[in-house]
């Protein structure tokens, strides 16, 4: 009996560490942010394609707040599907018996609020500075996030994914199934905080100096 109970608790804790190894790699560090970078690098390049952008120029508003105005409304149009396949996610936590994660539910929501401001933000600065975002964006995950955000030096802070680690760190489940830690928590939400601000800052100081223009969109 003692050996069936530990062969149990070893498959349960192979399970959960298998469904958390899925929800943090796939979802968090890899669908969401593609998904973000498709939804907000086209914020502007959409408009273009569909020669509206210029209907929108003509309002009484700036050029940077009409892109803040678009860019909040996106990113909280964002915020609300994530937040429906996060939940989504711990339901199927619950039905397959990972409790673990579960009881993380609310460190989880948190952590992808704060995941979908930074990767939205990065996308729009993305959109802005080229036509191919796409391209751009999957390049800048591969250096970055997946090369530079490995290496354990300082450079690794330019990687949002390290501080999004850093944060899950926070439930002991991360901590213990991946050996995160989570020191550094409130310098990585100052980063990230700090990042959101920078990113779209400069993606409507874009958008406000540079032109954009139909023809030209189409013609690349």
């Given at each position: 009996m003692p050996l069936l109970a530990s062969l149990g608790w070893f498959a349960h804790e192979e399970q959960v560490s298998q469904f958390t190894h899925w929800v943090i790699?796939?979802?968090?560090?890899?669908?969401?942010?593609?998904?973000?970078?498709?939804?907000?690098?086209?914020?502007?390049?959409?408009?273009?394609?569909?020669?509206?952008l210029v209907f929108l120029a003509t309002r009484p508003l700036s050029r940077a707040r009409l892109f803040l105005i678009k860019?909040?409304?996106?990113?909280?149009?964002?915020?609300?599907?994530?937040?429906?396949?996060?939940?989504?996610?711990?339901?199927?936590?619950?039905?397959?018996?990972?409790?673990?994660?579960?009881?993380?539910?609310?460190?989880?929501?948190?952590?992808?609020?704060v995941a979908v401001a930074a990767y939205g933000a990065l996308s729009a600065l993305l959109g802005m500075l080229?036509?191919?975002?796409?391209?751009?964006?999957?390049?800048?995950?591969?250096?970055?996030?997946?090369?530079?955000?490995?290496?354990?030096?300082?450079?690794?802070?330019?990687?949002?994914?390290?501080?999004?680690?850093?944060?899950?760190?926070?439930?002991?489940?991360?901590q213990k199934w991946h050996g995160w830690s989570s020191e550094g928590t409130f310098t990585s939400v100052l980063i990230l905080a700090a990042a959101v601000v920078i990113l779209t800052g400069l993606a409507a100081l874009l958008f406000t100096w540079r032109e954009y223009h139909y023809n030209e969109e189409m013609n690349k």
């Open positions: 790699f796939f979802y968090l560090q890899l669908a969401l942010p593609l998904y973000c970078l498709a939804v907000l690098g086209d914020l502007i390049r959409g408009e273009l394609q569909t020669n509206t860019f909040v409304c996106e990113l909280v149009w964002v915020q609300c599907l994530a937040a429906t396949s996060t939940g989504l996610l711990l339901g199927i936590a619950l039905a397959l018996g990972v409790n673990e994660l579960a009881s993380a539910a609310a460190k989880i929501f948190a952590i992808q609020i080229h036509r191919r975002f796409l391209i751009v964006g999957a390049i800048y995950g591969l250096v970055v996030e997946i090369g530079i955000g490995q290496i354990p030096t300082n450079i690794n802070n330019l990687s949002i994914n390290r501080h999004l680690r850093t944060l899950m760190a926070n439930a002991s489940g991360f």
